[in-house]
């Protein structure tokens, strides 16, 4: 990516440093390293953001509409209860 570009308009973020994995293999510790690496972006992605004065929060009042029914739904619920 072009560095001229500002965080806000391209939403690019570059680990500050690699993954150092000692057991490749253990999927665990490699799935808690990806997290951990994924959740630092996003605080920094954050930062950079309010910074720049960009909104990325739902308002308090957001009202999603929902695909299915809550029929529907209650009847999903009640065959994961029974299971």
């Known amino acids: 990516l072009d560095p001229k570009f500002p965080f806000e308009e391209t939403l690019a973020f ?3 440093k690699e993954l150092e994995i000692e057991e490749v293999e253990d999927d ?8 951990n690496q994924a ?6 992605s954050r930062k950079q953001l309010d910074k720049a ?3 990325h ?3 308090v009042d957001y009202f999603a ?3 299915k029914s809550d029929k529907h739904m209650g009847r999903v619920k009640q065959h994961l209860l029974f299971e």
Do not use: Q, T
């Open 65 to 67: 509409e929902m695909v």
């Open 53 to 55: 004065g960009v909104k």
């Open 28 to 35: 665990l510790k490699r799935e808690v390293e990806f997290y």
């Open 14 to 16: 570059v680990a500050e």
């Open 57 to 59: 929060m739902r308002p």
């Open 39 to 44: 959740l630092n972006a996003v605080k920094l």
